[in-house]
């Protein structure tokens, strides 16, 4: 499943940033594109599964799609692409290019608050 390898690398990451930081990671945000959809819930479950026992076990995941972008050729406005009615919200063009689709990243990761009030 591409979910699951998805999820290994997003662990991957998470647990380098863990390293240097000491602290424990409590949720990540992660984007994609539209064309590159992955099953929110399908992702959910493999991160859930390659965080157990470790220290990401149950971090929350945030999984946000970012709509498909096209440059218009007439105005050089960008802007999300409504597939249902695709024009330039500026000029009402339709002649435009679309945008690679966005990539898969991760976008942020949290971690518990400092614990510097300890002793
Ligand atoms: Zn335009």
């Known amino acids: 499943m591409h979910e699951a390898a998805v999820a290994q690398s997003l662990i991957e990451v998470i647990l380098q ?4 930081r000491h ?5 990540a945000t992660i984007s994609c594109g539209e ?3 992955v099953n929110d819930e399908s992702l959910s479950f493999a991160f859930e599964a390659v965080a157990r026992d470790t220290p990401c076990e149950g971090m929350t995941l945030r999984i946000e799609h970012k709509p498909l972008q096209a440059r218009c050729k007439p105005c050089g406005r960008v ?4 597939v249902s009615n695709p024009q330039c919200p500026d000029c009402r ?18 971690f518990e608050g400092p614990d510097d009030g300890e002793g």
């Open 79 to 82: 802007f999300a692409v409504d």
């Open 93 to 110: 063009s339709e002649d435009f290019e679309l945008l690679p689709d966005a990539p898969l990243v991760l976008d942020e990761i949290e």
């Open 23 to 27: 602290a424990k990671p409590v949720g």
């Open 17 to 20: 940033e863990v390293e240097q």
């Open 35 to 37: 064309l590159n959809k």
